[in-house]
C-alpha cells in the first residue's frame, strides 16, 4: 500500500472517532458561527478540507459543498449523501474559476506546511468580491494533533496573503483572544475572515 493511502487511512480513523461531545460542539456551535461569517461574505460556500463532513458541510448540506485530499473521508461524505470531491494529489481543486463566493477552512491550514497552493486555488475558484474564513487550533489543540505543521498566531492571520483583506479576527468559542484559554483548551481556535482584494 503506497504511504500516502496508508495515512489517508490513519487520518481517516482518527477523524472517525472524535467524540459524541465533540462533533456536536463542532455542528451546533462552531459551525454555525463559521457559516454566518461566511454567509456576510456570500452565498455560495464551499469547505476545503471538509474530512468527514462533521463541520459546515454536515451542518449545512443543502448550503455547502465539500472538498478534501483525502479519498477515503470524500468517499464516506458521498455515502451519507454530501457534496463532496476530491483535491488533486497536486493540491489543484475540481472546480471552475470563481465556481463559488467564499471558502472555509476549518482547522485545515495547520495541517499544510507549505499552504500557497491552497491559496492560491482558494483565489481561483472564488468571485471577484469573495472571501475566506479560516479557523486555526489555539496551542493546547495544535499540540493534540501530531499531523499539525504549522501553528498560526494573531499576526500569521494578519499577514496570511496580501491578496486577502483581513475582515475580522476573533477567538471562539467566546469571542475574545486568550493566552490561558488557547494553552488548556482543545477547542479554543482563532477565526479569521477576508475579503478577496486582488
Excluded at 499552504?115 to 471577484?128: F, G, K, V
Excluded at 483581513?166 to 494553552?183: C, H, M, R, V, W
Amino acid at each position: 500500500m503506497p504511504a500516502s493511502q496508508k495515512n489517508f487511512d490513519e487520518y481517516y480513523s482518527h477523524l472517525a472517532q472524535i467524540s459524541t461531545l465533540g462533533r456536536v460542539y463542532k455542528k451546533y456551535w462552531m459551525s454555525r458561527i463559521l457559516y454566518w461569517n461566511a454567509r456576510k461574505l456570500g452565498a455560495r460556500i464551499v469547505e476545503v478540507g471538509c474530512g468527514t463532513g462533521s463541520g459546515i458541510l454536515g451542518a449545512y448540506p443543502k448550503r455547502v459543498a465539500g472538498l478534501d485530499i483525502n479519498p477515503r473521508s470524500v468517499e464516506y461524505c458521498q455515502a451519507i449523501g454530501l457534496n463532496a470531491h476530491v483535491i488533486a494529489d497536486d493540491g489543484m481543486f475540481p472546480v471552475q474559476d470563481q465556481a463559488f463566493d467564499v471558502c472555509v477552512l476549518d482547522n485545515v491550514m495547520e495541517h499544510i506546511e507549505e499552504p500557497q497552493t491552497t491559496l492560491d486555488e482558494c483565489h481561483r475558484i472564488t468571485s471577484a468580491h469573495g472571501g475566506l474564513v479560516i479557523a486555526v487550533p489555539g496551542k493546547r489543540g495544535y499540540d493534540s494533533d501530531p499531523d499539525h505543521k504549522r501553528f498560526y498566531a494573531q499576526a500569521d492571520l494578519r499577514q496570511l496573503d496580501a491578496r486577502w483583506q483581513l475582515q475580522s479576527l476573533f477567538a471562539a468559542p467566546l469571542g475574545f483572544a486568550s493566552e490561558a484559554l488557547s494553552n488548556s483548551v482543545r477547542q479554543y481556535c482563532l477565526v479569521a475572515t477576508y475579503r478577496k482584494v486582488g
